[in-house]
């Protein structure tokens, strides 16, 4: 299995969801290599890991970002990290014994065609997001437009994490359907940390004792994100029920636009921005908040209001993401109507009613999900075509 | 004829916020301490400020009124700098008070805290006003006559507050705009007033020294003071010379390697050469000349960037949300009592807060870029918006108590 990064060293859901993804296979009796781009400490029973270049991850990550590739390919020249990590995939599948070439995202999908070249081995690509997405409904990168259009062409199947995003490979890529299943990500609530007893954010508890709302958003602040579309809605929120605190955690190339924005709005005192967090800071967001919005232009999966309602947070989700299609629980709008995700934030925070009851159903939900299912799927389609194709 | 030089100096430092996170918020309220290991702290830029700084320069300046009995100086010092140099370095606070004791320097008045409370709260500016008067008269012992408010922001209102507050006279940028056909060199009347005499800043002569100076580039580099000294003697229909600039000037903005020092060393006996030619105090100026005419400001002016006006402190919305929040709790401070926190208050007030938040030329990195404690304006924005936030805090804390 080739990937970019896993846990601890990620940057965002990619890495949670191979890893998720390769514990609950090994579970079914998968036997995984997982190949690396960089050195890691991650110890598991699960699957062996391979490292391709002799760099730890903080060297690494500076240089090539999983979500920010164009910004590091604005030369349009393929990385040297890229290329070693191509060559040594080539050797590993040479040298090693396998039925299946498993790879996740376009920074990994050269690699998977030179094993592949090389073994004849068939290749599944594992798509979590296309690079329209990435850029926000935008064209995106051409260069990797271009590695994903020929990975994607040249691949015996592809998974996409949700059905939205099968739909966008049909579509930029003019690939047939029937060649695309959805394995849909998916959470074990068993594996998510708990809160403990103090929030760190201390001053929006005080807050919340005064008849405070706090609404957040956790994730990187770039333009898929929409951020900016929340904080207009922000505005129109704070304009009816003054008491509201928007809580902003992530950092990313829009940093500096949304806080200028949120002046520009007249609402800088309403919002405030932690930057990038992990660990209790992160899970106390969720904690702290009484609604968390995921107003995305477009999410493949968006793992987040799972998260969020396992710290027993409710969430409104924008239609235009994949958990949408597989979270029932939640408050959906247009990523694009702001007005619409004002009233319902409005509406919600003024409804003890609605916020009990969708925190209860969400709960049940989340309860009875889990990555099994997902693998099990995966174990069929690994089936299907470890043996060749079916004619 | 009488011609004088009027040199004002302004030693000004702020009470910097440190990096100070959302997590900090109602468990420490200490915005104003940085770590000891951090250069851009502010006991660390007193001391380097000092060194650079205030020490040469009160070095200089003491010999050269020892030397030239004519030679006169006017400073002004805000209480932010005061306390931060009584308990960081009080030998330097004492140079300043040396200064004073020869009887040749004039203290001038402002805000306590460097703010721009004239145009949020002119009680609240009333309030630092007096402060400053009376840190000025129990440090220095004298009380100053001559009016001069934040980052030289001037406009006919304040003129006639400070009019009728009975100071002898008020200091102003002299930008061209305001003075059309005359030039700085005269002594004005603000409209509108009955008593106050207005001194308006020679930006050219002043800004030679204090932004041209060691700029290589420059056509004039380098600057001899028998050049610049050339220059004033040559100017036709003028009497008074008011060269106002940062203290900072000398040592900082204008390293020593430059030579800047050996300029000032050599520019007074240079000047006091020709006959009739002396140096006085601001007010001494007030008191020998008389005005030659009005001067209407309806718009604020201030002494930076080419714009002459607060866009450098208030020309963006994080700046104007900023300002807006911290006046905003005036009367809920105020009402406290709790000096410590009233004192946090005001020290948020400084205006070197809103200017390191300034976004004009931020993609340059210029000048401003250069007087940041900050990598960005954003960054400086939040720390200050969280410093706010704890305050709510404290206010919560202590409506609760009561």
Known sequence: MLGWELPPHNSGGLGVACYQLCKSLAKNNVDIEFVLPYVTDQKNEFMKIHSTSPVSYKDFIHKLNVYEGSKYLATHEITDEQLSYEDS????????????????????????????????????????????????????????????????????????????????????????????????NSVDIDELDVLDDENIYQYLELLKNKGYNIVTNIGRLTIQKNITGLLHAAKEVIAVIPKTIFLIVGSGDQYHEIISLSADLGIFQNVIFTGFQRGKAWRD??????????????????????????YGTPSLVSNQSGVSEVFKSCLKVNFWDKDEMANQIVGFLRSKGLQNSLRMNAEIELGKMSWDKS????????????????? | MKKTIVLYLHAHQPYRVRNYTIFDVGKKHDYFNWSESEPNGNKRVIEKVSEKSYIPTNNMLIKLLNKHPEFKVSLSITGT????????????????????ATGKVEIVAETYHHSLAFFYSLQEFEIQVQMHREKIESVFGQTPKVFRNTELAYNNDLAIWADKSGYKGILAEGWDNVLGWRNSNHLYRPINTQNIKLLMKNYKLSDDVAFRFGDK?????????????????????????????????????????????????????????????????????????????VIDVPETVTWADTERDLSAWLGNSMQQEAIKSIYQLSSKILKTGDWSLIEDWRRLQTSDHFYYMCTKYFNDGDIHAYFSPYKTPYEAAINFMNAWHDLNFRLHEKREEA
């Open chain 1, 285 to 310: 967001a969720f904690g702290i908040a009484d609604l968390f919005v995921m107003p995305s232009v477009s999410e493949p999966f968006g793992i987040t209001p799972l998260e969020a309602i396992n």
């Open chain 1, 89 to 184: 995939v080539s050797d590993i599948a040479t040298y090693g014994a396998y039925d299946i070439i498993h790879a996740h995202d376009w920074l990994t999908f050269r690699a998977a065609i030179r094993a592949k070249k090389a073994t004849g081995l068939p290749m599944i690509l594992h798509v979590h997001s296309v690079e329209s997405d990435r850029a926000g409904g935008e064209y995106g990168h051409p260069m990797i437009r271009e590695i994903e259009s020929l990975g994607l062409m040249m691949a015996d199947k592809i998974i996409a994490v949700s059905e939205r995003t099968r739909q966008s490979i049909a579509n930029d890529y003019n690939i047939p359907l029937d060649k695309i299943s959805v394995v849909h």
């Open chain 1, 375 to 391: 693998a099990k799927k995966m174990v069929k389609e690994y089936e299907i075509h470890a043996r060749g194709a079916l004619v």
């Open chain 2, 81 to 100: 700098l005061i306390t931060e140099l009584e308990k960081w370095a009080p030998d330097v606070l004492q140079s300043f008070v040396d200064l004073c």
């Open chain 2, 217 to 293: 580039n420059w056509n004039e580099w380098p600057l001899d003071a028998e050049k610049y000294i050339g220059w004033i003697n040559e100017a036709q229909d003028s009497e008074v010379f008011n060269l106002f600039m940062d203290y900072e000037t000398f040592g900082e903005h204008q390293w020593q390697e430059t030579g800047v020092f050996d300029f000032l060393e050599n520019m007074v006996p240079v000047w006091l050469e020709s006959e009739g030619n002396t140096f006085m105090t601001v007010s001494e100026a007030m008191d020998n000349f008389e005005v030659s005419d």
